[in-house]
């Protein structure tokens, strides 16, 4: 499972905002830091384990697998991302 933005959906950093946002047809989710660095890594080339090991070394932190895969299969039902 390689989690990846959504067609449809582009995430990127927005200055004015001081976050990543995600933008669509219909408009634009402000993004909160932890969100914005999972989806950041949401590229259809790393596996879920890989984002979750990634982060974990970025942040010098463990145990961070239930929270990742809990925002993804919300990010899921929301269908910003999908699998690739």
């Known amino acids: 499972m390689n989690p990846r933005v959504a067609r449809g959906f582009r995430l990127q950093w927005e200055e004015a905002q001081g976050c990543h946002v995600l933008l669509y047809p219909e408009g634009m989710v402000k993004l909160n830091r932890s969100a914005g660095e999972i989806?950041?890594?949401?590229?259809g080339?790393?596996?879920v384990a890989e984002i979750v090991a990634?982060?974990?070394a970025a942040f010098g932190a463990t145990g961070l697998a239930g929270d990742v895969e809990r925002f993804l299969e919300m990010a899921r039902q929301q269908r910003w991302?999908?699998?690739a």
């Not at 989806?39 to 590229?43: D, E, M, Q, V």
């Open 39 to 43: 989806l950041t890594r949401c590229t």
């Open 54 to 56: 990634d982060l974990e």
């Open 45 to 47: 080339t790393a596996t």
């Open 81 to 83: 991302v999908e699998l």
